[in-house]
Every structure is written in structure tokens, then in C-alpha cells.
T-cell receptor
Framework: DAGVTQSPTHLIKTRGQHVTLRCSPISGHKSVSWYQQVLGQGPQFIFQYYEKEERGRGNFPDRFSARQFPNYSSELNVNALLLGDSALYLC??????????????FGPGTRLTVT | AQSVTQLDSQVPVFEEAPVELRCNYSSSVSVYLFWYVQYPNQGLQLLLKYLSGSTLVKGINGFEAEFNKSQTSFHLRKPSVHISDTAEYFCAVTNYNQGGKLIFGQGTELSVKP
């Protein structure tokens, strides 16, 4: 079975532009979470979606938004890009949003560079 | 609020030597704890997890960790490391209510030398 897939792998944007990152979860997984990993730091939680509804949001500005589609894939959108948005964006999927058997599986990430 | 502190940013070690990567957490409720490994230019791979039960948890690639509630620690150990274990290691915490929100530490860079 395929793991979590993300596209694109890399992209370069200019300040002020917007970007859309995509994620396809493992088949059967209904929850998708997004994390931002700045170079040299641990990942920081941005959003979680479960069954197409937002279940959690981290401490990120409103320039960040996301959605989940009926097939459980997800998009992360970032508007008005800043230099500080340069990071590895990780998507993780899990069977459910919470529970004792909770476990997240991460994709390879999208490396965003803002110039 | 929950938080995770990884006490060492870099750990150099020789091949076949034992290693311990230290992780302390803070939380006012019962926690779930995880160790992830990240190889260069890759995503995160789960090494092991503590959800409940036995405090000694065994994971992949010969790693194990011990949950110590009184010391709020979850240190990762391996009795004999290989060159291929060179990577960044992250400790993470969540709880039942947080579910999808993992709180990560800053990471520990393990460098295994021949």
C-alpha cells in the first residue's frame, strides 16, 4: 500500500505570492494533519482535519488555511507569503482524529522556499 | 500546556557503542509519547510509542524507550548503534483530547562515527 504522498516535492515562491500544497493520506485514513518544520527545529502543528471538518488549529496566522476533500485528501494554502514561511511542510494521516490506538504516518514533505 | 524538552541537541557516538537520547515532557494530564526519526531530506518515521501499559517500550531498528512518570521522562536507548542510525530524532507528546496535535521537541542530531 502507498504511504502518505505530498506534492510538489519542492517549490520556490516570491514574497507576497500564495501557495497550495497537496496531501493524499494512506488509504482508509480519514484524518490529515499539517505541520511546519523550520530548519533546525521540530515540527509545529498547523491544522488537523477529520471527516472534512477542522478538528484543531495551531498558533498560525489566518494566512494559513486548509481543507479536506470527500476522498480525504487535503490542501494547505498559504497567502501573502513571507520569508519566514520557508520550511518543510509535513502532512500526516491517521485512521481517526483521536483515541487509544492513535498513530500518525508522515509523508516526505514539501520544501517551500520563499525569496 | 504540554511541552517537550530534548536535553541534547547533538549526540556524537562511535559505532557499536550504546546511546541514550533524553526527552522530558510537561503535562497536567495523561500523555501519549512518541519517538520519530528523520533521515536527511525525508519525512518522519515512527520508532516507537507509549500509550499505556508496560513502561518499557520496544520499537523498530533495535531502539527502546522507558516511560518514567515520576520524572516525566521518555528517554530513547539503543545498546549498539550503527552508521545507518545517523539521523535527527524527535520526541513528541499528545493526550487523548489533543489527538491530532503532536507537540515535538527541538530534535537531537545523532551522529555515529566509525
Amino acid at each position: 500500500d502507498a504511504g502518505v504522498t505530498q506534492s510538489p516535492t519542492h517549490l520556490i515562491k516570491t514574497r507576497g505570492q500564495h501557495v497550495t500544497l497537496r496531501c493524499s493520506p494512506i488509504s482508509g485514513h480519514k484524518s490529515v494533519s499539517w505541520y511546519q518544520q523550520v530548519l533546525g527545529q521540530g515540527p509545529q502543528f498547523i491544522f488537523q482535519y477529520y471527516e472534512k471538518e477542522e478538528r484543531g488549529r495551531g498558533n498560525f496566522p489566518d494566512r494559513f488555511s486548509a481543507r479536506q476533500f470527500p476522498n480525504y485528501s487535503s490542501e494547505l494554502n498559504v497567502n501573502a507569503l513571507l520569508l519566514g514561511d520557508s520550511a518543510l511542510y509535513l502532512c500526516a494521516s491517521s485512521l481517526r482524529a483521536a483515541g487509544v490506538s492513535y498513530e500518525q504516518y508522515f509523508g516526505p514533505g514539501t520544501r517551500l522556499t520563499v525569496t | 500546556a504540554q511541552s517537550v524538552t530534548q536535553l541534547d541537541s547533538q549526540v556524537p557516538v562511535f559505532e557499536e557503542a550504546p546511546v541514550e537520547l533524553r526527552c522530558n515532557y510537561s503535562s497536567s494530564v495523561s500523555v501519549y509519547l512518541f519517538w520519530y526519526v528523520q533521515y536527511p531530506n525525508q519525512g518522519l518515521q515512527l520508532l516507537l510509542k507509549y500509550l499505556s501499559g508496560s513502561t518499557l517500550v520496544k520499537g523498530i531498528n533495535g531502539f527502546e524507550a522507558e516511560f518514567n512518570k515520576s520524572q516525566t521522562s521518555f528517554h530513547l536507548r539503543k545498546p549498539s548503534v550503527h552508521i545507518s542510525d545517523t539521523a535527527e530524532y524527535f520526541c513528541a507528546v499528545t493526550n487523548y483530547n489533543q489527538g491530532g496535535k503532536l507537540i515535538f521537541g527541538q530534535g537531537t542530531e545523532l551522529s555515529v562515527k566509525p
